[in-house]
């Protein structure tokens, strides 16, 4: 008797932020609070960072913008039904959030490789979308303790590549678990690529 079976299997959540918030407003705001965030604008210069991102300077989008509070009630959702799926016991408390920032990548702005340690669910929503910007990349796990196993074949199944692309839409959610590495590749739009990015953590 032979048998077959997956084991540690890594889930990604992909679902839709929600008709009821409106993509171009959500963009208009963006942009908003892109502009007079003088300290955010300093960091990434001070860093090297393309384009902006208000990851190390603004921690109250909800509080700013009544928009980013309906999104974050409609994250809020998400992050429950991809817990539920992932079967995590969390022993009386919540995945609540920790943080959530706005990335604008201009063309050839490119975000590297990198986890998000203190969380247990991280994502992205998708603001702006044109034609030619990246996808985001994941990669398997279990990549640094290959060692000697050889490539995967071209034609490999999905649940076996090594590393796994996805081409969001505007409005998308995608959901993982923090511990995944993940990239965002060369934009070669013209256009900026606009993202939120998320992190739940456990209290």
């Not at 959702?77 to 408390?93: P, W």
């Not at 995967?152 to 995608?174: C, I, N, Q, S, W």
Request: hydrophobic share 40%; proline share 5%.
């Amino acid at each position: 008797m032979k048998i077959l079976k997956s084991l540690f299997v890594t889930r990604l959540y992909h679902s839709s932020l929600g008709d009821e918030i409106s993509a171009s407003e959500l963009e208009a705001s963006c942009w908003s609070i892109a502009q007079d965030d003088e300290a955010g604008q300093a960091w990434c210069e001070e860093n090297g960072y393309p384009g902006y991102t208000s990851y190390a300077s603004l921690t109250d989008l909800g509080w700013r913008f009544p928009i980013f509070a309906d999104v974050i009630n409609a994250l809020d959702n998400h992050v429950a039904a991809f817990a539920k799926d992932l079967e995590l016991d969390l022993d009386g408390r919540e995945l609540k959030l920790e943080d959530i920032w706005i990335n604008i990548l201009p063309e050839g702005g490119i975000h590297t490789g990198h986890i998000h340690p203190h969380s247990v669910i991280s994502g992205t929503t998708y603001v702006a979308m044109p034609e030619g910007a990246s996808a985001i990349k994941f990669e398997d796990p279990r990549l640094p303790m290959m060692m000697a196993s050889p490539a995967r074949r071209k034609d490999t199944r999905e649940e076996l590549r090594t590393f796994h692309y996805v081409a969001p839409a505007v409005g998308d959610v995608l959901l993982w678990e923090s511990f995944i590495r993940h990239e965002v590749p060369m934009n070669m739009s013209e256009e900026d690529r606009i993202s939120v990015s998320f992190n739940y953590s456990w209290s």
